[in-house]
């Protein structure tokens, strides 16, 4: 899926025109069907500390190439940066800079991935430093050319470099399947959760739960999780039977149709889960609707739908589940869908804004409250996704916001899909609390 300007510019004309106009010129991100290995070699770690062994280390023990300098290599696929001990700003400089006189020999697709800690309560000069590092990052992620990209790990004071969720986040941002995530950070707070034994199935035995599975994103999110070995519940509207029905018989799924803003919509979702014997190891709230309008023109009409649906449904339904008891698994996941639009809002969007807005903060309060139970929340923040839904924006508004972020294109549902299948996974389980953006660094919010 890509779009007319898109297409233009990877030609040989066209890619000529943008050159000399200083128009755009996207790359091709390579995704996992472009790039399956799982890192991109030769893999360079920088850094001085243990930490930075650790990571060498790792990565050898998987087969990867990895050094620990620039020299004589011509094309260099992945950087690690380690800076888990840093003390001073003066201290970033001389582990960073080597990376100054390598930016040209970063391949197309290349990742590079900070590990750090956040600022929190340290003293002043290691505060100032962590901080440091984050703005390093974010720009960084401006500069990187070629489908590349720059994420960082933060790692809560007491976390290992080696803990699962560091490892888990390192893996995931060195990958293809992190294509369209650049100049974002993931914070492991707790080195819960344990590696996943399979990489290839990484939910093998797992049953999740994806609501408003039936077209787009929601399509999106239950085949890469059927592709990632889940066994699926795929749910939606009675509306929506005949594609949910398709969507289950293509994946072996269990279809459920209800609407999840009908009254006692939770406890008929327990009641069909108990009565098919089934236990849910994950719960993505992908349900959402927008029915836009400047807040002079809104109605209660147009308010009251996106609200039920995009976040009081997302808390009925977790509600029920947490109080049935039987139909969680252990160490249960929960990732909802918010939006950029909830982090920096949008025009013509303050109900929609709205409720992701609530939904960011509402895996933030629910991660606490699973945290007894092992299990953690999250949430996925897209920006612009090529989709049904935005190829009916205005032409002009939807060329703008292809354009508006460091990759300078729109991402895919499957971009939306990679994060979540991430953060349904076992390593993933020191992670909670936090909104991933997969925006391409849309260039609205922090």
């Given amino acids: 899926m890509t779009d007319a300007y898109t297409r233009f510019i990877r030609s040989a004309p066209g890619g000529a025109l943008a050159k000399q106009l200083g128009l755009p010129r996207p790359s091709r991100l390579l995704r996992r069907e472009d790039r399956p290995e799982p890192v991109l070699g030769p893999v360079v770690v920088l850094g001085a500390s243990a930490g930075a062994d650790q990571i060498a280390h790792q990565l050898l023990e998987e087969g990867a190439d990895v050094r620990r300098r620039f020299e004589e290599l011509r094309r260099v696929g992945s950087v690690i940066v380690v800076l888990d001990e840093i ?15 390598a930016m040209r020999t970063l391949a197309p697709g290349a990742r590079v991935v900070t590990i750090s800690r956040p600022a929190g309560d340290a003293e002043p000069s290691r505060a100032a430093a962590r901080g440091g590092v984050e703005g390093f990052l974010r720009s960084l992620a401006h500069e990187m050319r070629g489908g590349g990209t720059a994420n960082g790990v933060l790692l809560e004071d007491g976390v290992a470099v080696d803990a699962p969720g560091a490892i888990g986040a390192l893996r ?76 289950a018989n293509e994946l072996h799924a269990v279809p459920i149709q209800l609407d999840v803003t009908s009254q006692g919509a939770g406890e008929r979702l327990v009641s069909s889960l108990r009565e098919k014997g089934l236990a849910l190891d994950a719960v993505v709230l992908n349900a959402g609707i927008t029915r836009d309008k400047l807040l002079a023109n809104m109605t209660p009409e147009r308010w009251d739908p996106v609200l039920a649906v995009n976040i009081s449904s997302q808390i009925t339904l977790t509600e029920a589940l947490i109080e049935a008891g039987d139909v969680l698994g252990e160490q249960p996941r929960v990732v909802s869908l918010a939006s950029t639009s909830g982090i920096a809002g949008n025009r013509g969007q303050t109900n929609y804004a709205t409720s992701k807005a609530g939904v960011i903060a509402f895996v933030d309060a629910l991660a606490t409250q699973l ?56 390593e993933a389980g020191g992670i909670r609390g936090e909104t991933l953006r997969v925006c391409g660094q849309n260039m609205v919010g922090k």
């Fill in 371 to 426: 945290e007894d139970l092992g299990g953690t929340a999250n949430a996925v923040a897209p920006g612009f996704i090529e989709t049904e839904m935005t190829a009916k924006m205005p032409a002009l508004t939807r060329e703008v916001a292809r354009r508006a972020n460091s990759l300078q294109q729109g991402g895919l549902p499957v971009d939306v899909a990679e994060a979540i299948a991430f953060l349904c996974s076992a």
């Fill in 87 to 101: 003390a001073s700003p003066a201290e970033i400089g001389p582990i960073m800079l080597p990376l100054a006189g």
């Fill in 172 to 247: 995931f941002f060195l990958s293809a399947r992190s294509a369209f995530i650049t100049g974002q950070f993931l914070t492991v707070s707790s080195e819960a959760g344990s590696a996943t034994e399979n990489r290839s199935l990484p939910l093998a035995g797992r049953t999740a739960l994806v609501t408003g599975a039936a077209r787009g994103i929601g399509a999106a999110i239950a085949r890469t999780l059927a592709a990632d070995g889940a066994k699926l519940v795929v749910l939606d509207v009675p509306g929506a039977g005949t594609e949910l029905s398709r969507l």
